[in-house]
């Protein structure tokens, strides 16, 4: 027994040992691909001396003799720090992430390959002006830089994700750049999947109950819409649950996110120190690393600082000393599905005004690792791409003998958005800034401005022309064989709603509507947010000047205005009826529930019950008032739809038939919904948090998930490359964190702010920054998450275009010499 004991302990010890050793060895060249930032390069395709001197917070400040040479150096630091970031992005837009990882990502190369983004970016290559070309290829020449000295070096292959994968990393090209500038654009449009799902409510609901639960936001000029079914006669297929494309690999996914952004001003009459405030916080969905990469680049007209995007050679939110500049979805309508008539005797033809027309077809391969390659057919019409049926549930409002294509904005082939960028940093003053803004063409944006003089809003990108006979104004899926159904090209720029230097000197924008003006020059019909501008409205009212400080407690405000709101609809006949029912009854703990929602506030602070209870709540009661009349639709609406509930529990209209169960002998009253609706949300929150009430934590279920996109869901690894932080705020407060709202787990926070910066023209370089975890995209890297702290408390760095304060705590120089200076 004892030398099977000492035989059993040797073979333990040696295994032990030999984990030890993997260890080290996997560690030793998975660390051999964290950049030494005090290197000095000797580097083709510079023409001077480069100095990229990172702060203490890893920020790259760049300095250089031209401009192209900064940019230059701005690709290396990316490739640097983000280059599998970049190339998975890259992939995405090219419809081929199926040679890396095989058939689970199928779908959304199918997806893009009918976009043709990456195409069309080739395309748009020759559309920028000369300055933006020069840009893009330095740009592209730095990151190959890094590429080539990767492999030159054995540098652990750029980046540890690399070792799992055999794939070669292809050189950077320009159009990669503007590749992801409409990646971008699909991740902040919204349009299409508003399109489908109203037309499929229309299917199933009257008119009148469509609208209560797809309301129009308050104001003039909204027509009234006929039923999907007399614009396009069925039969259409039986509803079911909607099959969502997502890439799982990607930061950017096909489910959009686009309801969440953030930017105000305030003039210099406005600030307390005599100069002009700007704070913006744009929302996507969080990822390891972040979307966003701080920078600071010393242009040949001077320094610009702020938010990159990995893969762009451009500051796109940010400032210099002359002027700040933020951006916010515009939610303006620059989709349109139309519903196209296959010619049943050839169906390679389909309808148009003018007769039968042959569809545009070409092949396309889509190589997959570990299986055959698959071929499909890309077919597009006079409209836009042919979709099919099993993306976004456009099967659902398709009839047989049909297809669905999309006209989109960010369908150009001549782009211009990259060079609207570039001349943005350039800009001097608000009216170069304005200008500048001709050249974006989508994603559409709220380009907020600030100069030392004042302030301005400029909504930027294209706005395409509508017949003001068009069926359905753009709001569902239309006939496309119908003239008037059809764009007429884009408004002039001139169009585009414009306020400079408005009388009470400050501007905001929470996605809120923004005009309110006669279709076709409404911008849109759905909005982003109708409940945010309230509490925003309300900060800035209640003080006459404003400063720094002032704007950052506005960014990190957690009070729901929604709750507020519908707490005391909702609950108007529960709050304090009856006596103290028993201990451990279901009575007992609805009264607890309610008495601490009685006494709440709205704040959604992490370390509260109420908001816990106000979501599941509002959750389950929303359920309860649609899934008897919707059913499986129901589970499209998997966040609270505010207005709605509202409209219900007002009667506004008759709103409040929905609080009666259609299958039910009994009529049930809003009161009993709302009684019924809280008891299961207190069932599911005891068997999830216990039966303390006063315990239960909304930071607990509330956790910002920052997961690495390839490896989050990798046994064991997941643990140390995701980012898991308890966090306030909700759906519908300022300081934002979007709900999963589905799933065990539906009060996640999976999107917000992952950048916020606040600019003071007082004094430019109290200006201050934060990002959601850190530069690098190296889980070794001890910057691969040490923003995220800050970021989870509300704090944020200072970032100066002092260059001796970028070098005062420097945790490096990185010296890039011409090649040629080596002779």
């Not at 250089?64 to 837009?93: I, N, P």
């Not at 100066?800 to 970028?806: E, K, Q, V």
Request: with cysteine; hydrophobic share 40%.
């Amino acid at each position: 027994m004892i030398v099977v004991f000492r035989w059993l302990l040797r073979i333990f010890t040696g295994l032990v040992v030999l984990a030890l050793v993997a260890t080290l060895i996997g560690y030793y060249f998975l660390s051999r691909s964290l950049p030494d930032y005090n290197e000095s390069f000797r580097i083709e395709g510079l023409s001077g001396p480069v100095e990229i001197v990172r702060n203490d917070a890893n920020v790259p400040h760049i300095f250089g003799k031209t401009d192209e040479d900064v940019y230059f150096a701005l690709g290396f630091a990316h490739a640097q720090d983000r280059l599998w970031q970049m190339v998975t992005m890259r992939r995405t837009a090219q419809g081929r992430l199926s040679e890396v990882f095989g058939e689970r990502t199928l779908k959304i190369d199918e997806l893009m390959r009918r976009y043709d983004l990456y195409g069309l970016a080739q395309s748009s290559v020759e559309a920028q002006d000369p300055e933006t070309r020069a840009a893009l290829e330095a740009y592209a020449r730095g990151v190959n830089a890094w590429i080539a000295e990767v492999n030159a070096d054995a540098r652990g292959r750029g980046a540890p994700e690399f070792f799992l994968f055999s794939n070669e990393i292809a050189v950077w090209r320009p159009a990669d750049s503007i590749a992801l500038i409409k990646l971008m654009a699909l991740q902040l449009s919204s349009h299409l999947q508003s399109e489908v799902l109203r037309a499929r409510a229309s299917l199933l609901l009257p008119d009148a109950r469509v609208a209560d639960l797809l309301p129009d936001v308050p104001g003039a000029g909204v027509i009234a819409l006929p039923s999907y079914a007399s614009l396009v006669p069925g039969p259409f297929p039986a509803l079911r649950k909607a099959e969502h494309v997502e890439d799982p690999l990607s930061p950017f996914h096909t489910k959009s996110l686009s309801g969440a952004s953030n930017a105000w001003a305030a003039a210099p009459s406005r600030s307390a120190a005599g100069g002009s405030l700007l704070a913006n916080d744009p929302h996507l969905g969080f990822t390891a690393p972040s979307i966003w990469y701080l920078a600071r680049l010393q242009l040949s007209l001077g320094g610009v600082i702020g938010a990159t995007l990995p893969g762009v050679p451009a500051v796109l939110l940010g400032r210099s000393n002359r002027l700040g500049w933020a951006l916010t979805s515009a939610y303006l309508d620059d989709q349109d599905i139309h519903i196209e008539e296959v010619n049943p005797e050839n169906h390679e033809e389909y309808r148009t005004p003018d007769g039968w027309k042959r569809f545009e077809t070409r092949r396309s391969i889509i190589k997959v690792k570990d299986a055959r390659p698959i071929t499909i057919t890309l077919r597009w019409t006079d409209n836009g791409p042919v979709l099919p049926g099993t993306h976004y549930d456009l099967a659902a409002i398709t009839p047989p003998g049909h297809v669905a294509s999309l006209s989109w904005t960010a369908l150009s082939p001549a782009d211009t958005s990259m060079s609207a960028a570039v001349r943005l940093m350039k800009a001097a003053s608000i009216d170069e800034a304005i200008e500048a803004g001709r050249l974006f063409v989508a994603p559409a944006q709220n380009l907020m401005l600030a100069d030392t003089q004042g302030v301005a809003l400029q909504t930027v990108g294209a706005m395409p022309r509508r017949d003001p006979a068009h069926q359905s104004k753009g709001r569902m899926p239309s006939p496309g064989w119908i003239a008037g159904n059809r764009w007429q090209g884009t408004f002039p720029y001139e169009e585009n709603p414009r306020v400079v230097t408005p009388e009470t000197g400050i501007l905001g924008n929470t996605n809120n509507k923004t005009v309110d003006r006669p279709f076709p020059l409404h911008v849109s019909f759905d909005w982003g947010d109708t409940q945010r501008i309230q509490r925003w409205l309300a900060l800035m009212k209640s003080r006459e000047v404003h400063t720094r400080e002032s704007f950052i407690e506005a960014q990190l405000d957690t009070v729901s205005p929604t709750a507020r709101n519908l707490l005391p609809l909702v609950a108007a006949d529960l709050w304090f009826t009856g006596e103290a029912a028993p201990e451990g009854t279901p009575e007992r703990l609805r009264q607890r529930a309610l008495a601490l929602l009685a006494e709440w506030n709205g704040e959604m602070n992490e370390h509260l019950p109420e908001p816990l209870i106000y979501m599941a709540w509002m959750r389950a009661l929303q359920d309860r008032l649609i899934r008897d009349e919707l059913g499986p639709l129901a589970d499209e609406f998997d966040h609270l739809q505010p207005d709605f509930v509202e409209r219900v529990y007002r009667n506004t209209g008759g709103a409040s038939v929905w609080c009666d169960i259609i299958q039910s002998a009994a009529t049930e009253s809003c009161t009993d919904i709302a009684r019924m609706a809280l008891d299961d949300a207190l069932v599911r929150l005891t068997e999830d948090w216990g039966p303390n009430v006063e315990s239960w934590r909304w930071g607990d279920a509330h956790q910002a998930t920052h997961d690495h996109p390839t490896l989050g869901q990798v046994p064991v690894l997941r643990y140390f490359v995701n980012i898991r932080q308890s966090t306030s705020g909700g759906d519908q407060t300022l300081m934002r964190g979007v709900t999963r709202g589905t799933g065990p787990n539906p009060d996640e926070n999976v999107a917000g702010a992952g950048y916020r910066g606040v600019y003071d023209f007082a004094d430019p370089d109290s200006s201050v920054f934060i990002t959601s975890t850190g530069q690098s995209g190296h889980p070794l890297s001890r910057f691969y998450d040490n923003l995220g702290e800050l970021w989870r408390r509300g704090e944020y760095i200072p970032m100066s275009l002092d260059p001796g304060l970028a070098r005062a705590a420097a945790v490096g120089i990185t010296h890039l010499e011409p090649a040629a200076a080596a002779d």
